[in-house]
């Protein structure tokens, strides 16, 4: 079983930037792909950024060259770091693990605010 914690929400001024972060429990380095996903209220659920252990990654169009998807391989880490942030971003935002041998798990999410 794996087990995602994430931190880094919070309350941010338009304009502003945040970082999230999700670590994940497993004590191997056998996943597929790491992702961050947001819900706001009255809406689906989508992706934002996806990141393979190998380092490619791909965005929702709404967040091209506003945030970064990153990872730290050895500490089962990924990172979301929001810039610029937009009153269209308030969402909460689940981390997504996924791997061939362990399975597809989600984090408790995590909220972000972003009001004047």
């Known amino acids: 079983q794996v087990q995602l914690v994430e931190s880094g929400g919070g309350l941010v001024q338009p304009g502003g930037s945040l970082r999230l972060s999700c670590t994940a429990s497993?004590?191997?380095?056998?996943?597929?792909?790491m992702g961050w996903y947001r819900q706001a209220p009255g809406k689906q659920r989508e992706l934002v950024a996806i990141?393979?252990?190998?380092?490619?990654?791909r965005y929702a169009n709404s967040v091209k060259g506003r945030f970064t998807i990153s990872r730290e391989n050895a500490k089962n880490t990924v990172y979301l770091q929001m810039n610029n942030l937009k009153p269209e971003d308030t969402a909460d935002y689940y981390c997504n693990y996924f791997s061939s041998a362990e399975g597809d798990y989600w984090g408790q999410g995590t909220q972000v605010t972003v009001s004047s």
């Open positions: 497993s004590s191997g380095f056998s996943f597929d792909y």
């Open positions: 990141i393979y252990r190998i380092g490619m990654t």
